[in-house]
């Protein structure tokens, strides 16, 4: 695939500088995500950075899954994100688990406690806390931190054999507790935790910490380029200090780059997971979801995710991006491959009176104007129709060109009608609309003897098929950047909830929809582009993702 994303960017300006120096021999990169929940588009653009950049310094990229914490992670997320790498364009070089390192890990950190650079704690978790100090005070030293080396060891080696409780040991790195940077001192590298692993199953009870088995890993597997977010900036000197001094043979290099942020969009994992555990959403690929595959679901490519992302640069900043650009390159990816047709979302009846009863004809249209190559589609048309609830007013306002009573529109790629009277329930709600047509008018016959200043769209009501059609906004309100809801004092995250984030309306579609699949991508004339849903489409009725509208007021800087 072509990689735009390469770019002048100041981490491919690092590594084109090592290369050169001879500093390294090749790249080598790694997308290192945890296995405790599905990936979103924050996670893709570390894809694309990572997979991008070693591509075309014809390198390798790792997948590796940083499955330390058996109790948060799962194989089904597993399987879920090689899905997702897979879906994006990416093919990873190798395909590792933190956990294939255990052992060695567990060699590594026997080789810190022998040169006295870690130590067996007996505090609690809390205490641990309180020891550390604050951003103004330094910590002060565990009583455990004098042990010797030979009972270091030993007490390691009976947390590995389970003969303590979880949480009655840890094993901390000895650096300094007086640091001004938090993570340097005395950090934990090594919990308890007696929980069946999904991929190493009870062989184990003691399970390194991110921050210790991480810059191991990357070691391990000869990473040379460590790219994360700005939020590990403050880890990397403990990155650095645990390669150090556990003696690995190569030293990678951690680059932070800034996270990609959405507007009005969740991306913590933690969260999205409380939108799905407590159904607020429908499961980790619901279409309101930033989730790589809530995105393909609603009708995303992977081809518009690419160059959004490419789009949106390399930087050190954690700005939010506006969604609507991400808006903008799906339609932009879609304007010439998707379909045109048309569809009612709202039907509203209209019988054409003077149309000969039981009698029917096919018009043809183009299926995309700006891709002629894409042939023709037959519609049929016959006395009865449906049009959109919106299409008709009994009292308009001034400029309103649709249907009134007297008034006269076009019918897309059919005829003129005229509006002559209308038929209301009980309720007093409009059901049925009589009108007449004009046979002289037919789309493309050159007709010239009046214009007419509305055209509106419509479906056959005798031979259409029903559909189900979901519309989508915003799933939390008033919010810019996700950092606001952390700060957020009166309001919980939950209360930002857009309660009508989800419109779901029954219509009708062209006749010639009846053979669409899961993930077959239409435009509909005036509603937007759509996605056949792959979770609820029946043979019987699909269902329509509204991707987005067919508009948008996103403006580029200049």
Request: hydrophobic share 30%; proline share 5%; net charge negative.
């Amino acid at each position: 695939m072509e990689n735009k994303e390469t770019s002048s960017n100041f981490i491919k300006t690092i590594m084109q500088e090592d290369l050169l120096s001879g500093k390294r021999d090749e790249i080598i990169t790694r997308f290192p995500p945890e296995p405790n929940g599905y990936l979103h588009i924050g996670h893709a653009k570390s894809i694309a950075l990572n997979f991008g950049l070693a591509d075309e310094f014809k390198g390798k990229t790792n997948l590796r899954f940083d499955d330390t914490n058996p109790l948060k992670e799962d194989q089904e997320y597993v399987d879920a994100i090689k899905e997702d790498v897979k879906w994006l364009g990416f093919d990873w070089d190798g395909l590792h688990f933190a956990s294939d390192y255990f052992e060695e890990m567990y060699e590594r950190a026997i080789v810190l406690i022998k040169k006295g650079l870690a130590y067996v704690e007996d505090l609690s978790i809390d205490e641990i806390r309180e020891y550390r100090g604050t951003l103004t005070e330094p910590g002060k030293e565990s009583p455990s931190r004098s042990r010797s080396v030979e009972e270091n060891l030993a007490l390691f080696e009976q947390m590995k054999e389970g003969k303590f409780e979880n949480g009655e040991k840890v094993l901390r790195a000895k650096i300094d507790m007086s640091s001004g940077n938090m993570n340097m001192r005395d950090p934990v590298l090594y919990r308890i935790s007696h929980t069946t692993h999904h991929n190493t199953g009870d062989t184990w009870c003691i399970y390194p910490m991110y921050a210790f088995a991480h810059p191991l890993e990357d070691a391990i597997e000869g990473v040379t380029h460590s790219i994360c977010t700005t939020e590990f900036e403050e880890q990397r000197p403990l990155y650095n200090w645990v390669v150090e001094n556990t003696d690995m043979p190569v030293q990678p290099q951690q680059i932070e780059f800034g996270r990609l942020n959405l507007t009005n969009t969740v991306m913590s994992k933690r969260k999205l997971k409380q939108l799905v555990d407590e159904n607020v959403v429908d499961g980790w690929d619901d279409p309101r979801l930033p989730t790589i595959s809530g995105l393909r679901r609603r009708g995303f490519t992977p081809e518009a995710i690419r160059e959004f992302i490419y789009e949106t640069g390399v930087s050190k900043g954690n700005g939010a991006v506006d969604v609507q650009m991400l808006e903008h390159y799906i339609r932009e990816d879609l304007k010439l491959k998707a379909p045109r047709t048309m569809s009612v979302i709202r039907p509203l009846k209209v019988v054409i009176t003077n149309y000969p009863e039981g009698e029917s004809e096919m018009l043809e249209a183009e299926i995309n104007p700006e891709n002629p190559e894409m042939g023709t589609r037959q519609i049929p048309f016959s006395r009865e129709i449906y049009i959109e609830q919106e299409d008709f007013m009994e009292d308009p306002p001034k400029k309103y060109h649709r249907l009134y009573p007297g008034n006269e529109v076009r019918l897309k790629h059919a005829y003129f009608i005229k509006c002559e009277d209308f038929v209301k329930d009980e309720e007093g709600n409009v059901v049925e609309l009589h009108c007449t047509y004009d046979p002289e008018t037919k789309s493309g016959s050159g007709f010239t003897g009046r214009k007419v200043k509305g055209t509106i769209h419509w479906v056959d009501a005798n031979d259409s098929k029903p559909a189900e059609f979901r519309l989508y906004d915003s799933l939390i309100l008033d919010m810019e950047d996700e950092e606001e809801l952390e700060g957020a004092e009166e309001k919980t995250f939950m209360d930002l909830v857009n309660p009508n984030s989800l419109e779901v309306l029954q219509g009708f579609v062209e006749s010639n929809m009846n053979d669409v699949k899961a993930q077959d991508k239409f435009q509909f004339f005036r509603h937007g582009y759509f996605n056949v849903d792959p979770k609820h489409t029946t043979e019987e009725k699909p269902v329509f993702n509204r991707i987005v509208s067919l508009k948008s007021s996103f403006k580029f800087k200049k």
